[in-house]
Every structure is written in structure tokens, then in C-alpha cells.
């Protein structure tokens, strides 16, 4: 019986995409780096010193046991959202599942270089719908992180590189409440939060900002919201905020409900130029919906509840924003008027 | 390879309620299984059709009912998907050298196994695998793969004993 009958290694590649078909939301993202396939696997696989490089949401990441290829892994956000992964970590694959995460990562020698693929889903217990939605979210993070790798190798003598899973996804490690309605005004978490929680903040400006702003630009939206652009203070890039519309006319009215705290009224301390985006909210003021630049005016001296409220009268679905807004409490709320050229 | 034992049953319905960790572990049991079984049958296309298996296994999961039935379930799908892979890219395949083609139905002239295998149509060497490995019936094997028993019945009497003459040899 010695004989062999011919028989079919699966690569890893492979492997991992037919685990995708079995977790609901999962996205492979598959790549080809020219890079020979042990220098790509070395960096890899140091996950405590690559994973942090290549995922920005990512603080640090300990492996606190071993035992043959089987991983106990402790990973920490700058959120400050920490998660326990049990992982599974072998020659040109790792596989890494905590509560509400899954991170896969494959690679094979390929001609003239290394396939490579990741995976990565959100897991909602009973909800599938839910780990669908944020699918769009990773993908986009996981080509950016791939991106970052093909940085990293290119430059061999700083140590960079590594693969990844996208910034919402310890994000949503937080906790399950994961869908709140966008609010008006917030922005990139601060120093001081008292009333609105950490986490649920975290997960608005990581997961529900980012997926609004996506299918806004798409214009996916009721005419309630509206896109703010800002340049950041710090990078000089384009940031997108998704805001209640208070559009008149020729003036676009913010009321930020972090008042000072937010990461866009930062940035238009910064640099007042700014574009909006927002479908007119009343019919007179017709119906096309296109980016206008415009000059914003922070008006500290302004009441900005009572703006706020005024503001809601003509517009149901903004007073039903608002409604929210409060329920998540503010005290420091900023009137930000945009004169549109 | 049948039935399931215990602990694979606890990984499927660990799996089908979602536990990606138990997916995995339960890829890493079926993988060397779904590779046999594709890699006789489809040869060549072996890794394409062991994923396409794996990715029929993982995406159906949540319908098999009985975990102990794994593995005649796996099987069916691996049967199949190789049998289909190889037929589909046999026809579309680039015509490879005819020096080198075995005729068809030449199964005497065989060397080995592999070399038999590829003198053999896939259905062919679906219903040998299923047999010599699997230990179906010919009844079950040719039910399996939707054939008339008859028709496959006497170049599978000739296919296999050259085959144990190579495999003896």
C-alpha cells in the first residue's frame, strides 16, 4: 500500500478563502507583493512588532501564550478598547478570532514573488446583516494596510511592514452597540468625555462616520445629513465628517456638539476654508446636492441650543438628530456658521 | 474516515454557530481529505477543485444536519466539484502534446497509479477512488455521481485490474 495515490496540498490561500464562504461579512483582500516570499512571511509573522506598524487604530499587541502554533493574543487600541484573540499562527498563516473579531492572514510563494491575502469580519452574534455592513469598511482598510506592508518591504532597512485589519475593527470590539443613528458634531475622540461614552464615541467616529460619510458620498442619505470636508490640522488631508444639514440658502449652519473638542472645528480653528455637502432642505432651495466651498465662522458668542433649535423647526429629521444629540448630552455645544462663495 | 468521530462533531456545530476558531480547526481536519479525494480526481486542477470544495463545505454548512454525516457529505461535494472541474477544463483546456496523451481506455499500458489516473475519464477515476479508497459499493459510488451502473461497470472491471497489478507490482 505503499504507493501513493496523487494527492493535493491546499495553500494557505486557498484555505483562507474557503473560510471566508463560511464567516458571513468576512473580506478577502488578495494581493501580490514581488518580494520573496520568506522576507515577507519574517515580517509577518512578528505579529507583537508588525501589526501595530500597519494598523493605525492599533496601540500594542502581546502574545501572552504559546503552546505549538496556538496563540493567546492581547491586542490595544488607542481607543482604549483592549481584545483577547485566540490565534493560530504557522508557516504563512495566522488566524486570529477574539468576541467580536476575526483577522485572517495567508501567504504563498507565488512567481516572482508572494501571494498574499487577508481576511477580516466583524462577528455580531445574530446579526449577520450587521457584519455585512461594516464588509465596505474593511476592505478599505485592509488595502491600505497592504499598501503600508509594500511600503515597509520597499524600504528594507527600517523595519516596517506587516498586514492588517482596518481601524473600525477594534472599534467595534468595544461593545454591541454599534448602530446610533450620526449624530451632528462629533468628532474625533478628545481628551474630555463625560456624558457621552467613550466607547459609544469611539465606535461613531470609527465605524458609523466612516460607513454615513461612505454612503453619503454615494448619496445614500435622507437630505437630513450633510458632508462637512475639513483639512486636517495636523496631516493637511482631507477629512469628512458627517453632519446634520442646516443648509439656508447660501449659509451652511454646524452646531458641533463637542463644542471645541471636536476634531473638525479643531481643524477649521486651523484652516477655515472648507467644502459641504448637503441636499437642500427645503425644495425652494433646489434639489441638486454638489460640493460648495465656503469660509467657517465659529461664533462662540452664539446660543447654539437656541440656533439648534431654531434650526430644527423648518426640518423634521433634523429636530429627530437632535433629539438624539441631547440624549447623549452637551453641554459645550459651538455654533460654526459657513458662508458658501 | 467514517463516521465523524466525536470531537469533529463538537467542532461542526461549533462551527455552524459561528465560531471561526472551530472553521478552522475543523479546515485543518478535512483539508488532507478533500486533498485526496480532488487531487485523484481532478489531478492537476486538484487545488482548484479542493477549494471549490472547501468553499462549497463552509458556505453549506449550516445545512447539514447531522455533524456524524460530515464526512459522506464532504465527500459528495469533493466527488463532485473535482469531477465537474476536471471535465469543465479538459474541454478548455490547451491541447497538450498527442505523443504524450495516453489513448483513452489504454489502462493495460499503465505504470502506476498516477499514470493510471490519467489514462482514466474523471467519472472513471471518481468511481475507482470511491470504491478502493472510500470502500463504497459500486451501486452507492455510481449513485453518487449520478451514472448508470452498467455503463461504467466493465472499464472499471479493466481499469482496476490494471490497477492492481500496479499497485502490486
Known amino acids: ?341 | 474516515m467514517s463516521p465523524a468521530s466525536d470531537q469533529t462533531s463538537a467542532l461542526v456545530v461549533a462551527a455552524q454557530s459561528g465560531d471561526a476558531m472551530a472553521m478552522h480547526d475543523l479546515l485543518d481536519h478535512l483539508a488532507p481529505y478533500v486533498g485526496r479525494i480532488c487531487g485523484s480526481i481532478a489531478l492537476v486542477e486538484g487545488p482548484d477543485a479542493a477549494q471549490e470544495t472547501l468553499v462549497a463545505v463552509f458556505r453549506h454548512l449550516g445545512s447539514l444536519r447531522d455533524p456524524a454525516a460530515l464526512h459522506g457529505w464532504v465527500r459528495r461535494i469533493a466527488v463532485r466539484e473535482a469531477v465537474h472541474l476536471a471535465r469543465a477544463r479538459q474541454r478548455t483546456g490547451p491541447v497538450p502534446d498527442l505523443s504524450d496523451l495516453p489513448a483513452p481506455g489504454d489502462v493495460e499500458q499503465a505504470t502506476d497509479i498516477a499514470d493510471l489516473l490519467t489514462r482514466l475519464a474523471p467519472e472513471h477515476r471518481a468511481m475507482l477512488i470511491l470504491r478502493d479508497r472510500e470502500g463504497l459499493s459500486e451501486a452507492e459510488a455510481a449513485s453518487l455521481l449520478d451514472l448508470p451502473p452498467g455503463t461504467v461497470k466493465s472499464r472499471l472491471h479493466r481499469a482496476r485490474k490494471s490497477f492492481r497489478r500496479a499497485w502490486e507490482a
Open chain 1, 1 to 341: 500500500m505503499n504507493q501513493p495515490w496523487p494527492t493535493t496540498d491546499i495553500d494557505p490561500i486557498r484555505r483562507l478563502r474557503a473560510l471566508a464562504a463560511g464567516i458571513s461579512g468576512a473580506v478577502v483582500a488578495e494581493g501580490f507583493l514581488p518580494e520573496a516570499y520568506e522576507e515577507v512571511w519574517a515580517r509577518l509573522s512578528d505579529l507583537e512588532r508588525e501589526l501595530p506598524r500597519l494598523v493605525p487604530d492599533l496601540r500594542w499587541l502581546r502574545i501572552t501564550r504559546r503552546e505549538g502554533d496556538r496563540l493567546e493574543v492581547v491586542a490595544r487600541g488607542h481607543s482604549g478598547l483592549r481584545a483577547r484573540f485566540d490565534a493560530v499562527l504557522r508557516p504563512g498563516w495566522c488566524f486570529m478570532q477574539s468576541r467580536f473579531l476575526i483577522i485572517g492572514m495567508a501567504a504563498a510563494p507565488a512567481p516572482g514573488g508572494t501571494a498574499l491575502a487577508t481576511l477580516a469580519a466583524v462577528r455580531v452574534p445574530g446579526c449577520r446583516a450587521i457584519a455585512a455592513l461594516a464588509a465596505p469598511l474593511f476592505h478599505r482598510s485592509v488595502l491600505k494596510a497592504t499598501a503600508r506592508l509594500r511600503r515597509g518591504l520597499r524600504e528594507r532597512a527600517t523595519c516596517q511592514g506587516a498586514i492588517a485589519v482596518g481601524p473600525p475593527a477594534l472599534a467595534v470590539a468595544s461593545g454591541g452597540r454599534t448602530w446610533s443613528a450620526p449624530l451632528a458634531g462629533t468628532g474625533e475622540s478628545g481628551p474630555h468625555r463625560r456624558r457621552i461614552g467613550r466607547h459609544l464615541l469611539a465606535v461613531q467616529n470609527r465605524v458609523v462616520n466612516p460607513l454615513v460619510v461612505a454612503l453619503a458620498e454615494r448619496g445614500w442619505v435622507p437630505p437630513t445629513y450633510a458632508l462637512v470636508e475639513t483639512v486636517g490640522r495636523r496631516t493637511g488631508r482631507t477629512r469628512r465628517v458627517p453632519v446634520a444639514n442646516g443648509l439656508d440658502g447660501d449659509t451652511f449652519w454646524l452646531i458641533a456638539a463637542l463644542g471645541e473638542q471636536a476634531a473638525f472645528v479643531r481643524n477649521i480653528r486651523a484652516e477655515p476654508r472648507v467644502r459641504v455637502r448637503a441636499r437642500p432642505a427645503r425644495l425652494r432651495d433646489g434639489l441638486t446636492m454638489r460640493w460648495r466651498s465656503g469660509t467657517a465662522h465659529p461664533l462662540p458668542d452664539d446660543d447654539a441650543s437656541e440656533r439648534h433649535r431654531q434650526l430644527g423647526r423648518r426640518r423634521p429629521g433634523y429636530r429627530l438628530d437632535g433629539v438624539l444629540l441631547r440624549a447623549l448630552g452637551s453641554t459645550n455645544m459651538l455654533t460654526v456658521r459657513i458662508d458658501l462663495d
